[in-house]
């Protein structure tokens, strides 16, 4: 039971984290984009950076907010079959497609550091005016699937003690 408690806290935590960034993140796109409009109205004189600083937080709140959506289960899913099934049944698939969905995403996290580190030695920049290292975006990836790949395993670890717990209760 406590391990489940901490893996409930963990989650949340994480999950709290990953929900301020991304708020912080689209009060700021909201902000800058709002002076920009401003800006460019009234004094004829934009922000040139705006829209680039604009299209990077997008990317981060995109991403972001991927893993949070994974990690509160409302993605969009199929599991019609799957809810008709007795309790303990449901449990054992649902912890196996989070194993499933944990160790692709490991996989995927790996391609996506391999393409940061690629980018990095490229020296590519996002194209505008501020001239922001691609791999300052890609980051945004990489994260995403680090928490997907947290929010994967704990979920499935959960669901094992689910599980385990429905065995001792029928004994």
Known sequence: MQLEKFLDRLDSLVSK???YVATLAMTITFV???????LRRVFNSPIVWAEDLSVF???WITFLGAAVLFQKKTLSSVDTIVMLLPIKARLIIEAIADLIIA?????LLKLSIDFMKRQ???GHKLGGALGIPI???TIAV???FALIILFGLTSFMKKILLVR???GAQV
Request: glycine share 0%.
């Open 17 to 19: 984290a990953v929900v």
């Open 32 to 38: 800058v984009m709002l002076t920009q409009v401003f």
């Open 57 to 59: 937080m997008f990317i």
């Open 103 to 107: 160790v692709s995403s490991l996989y």
């Open 120 to 122: 990095q030695l490229l």
């Open 135 to 137: 791999w300052v975006v």
């Open 142 to 144: 990489v994260i995403s």
């Open 165 to 167: 717990d429905a065995k």
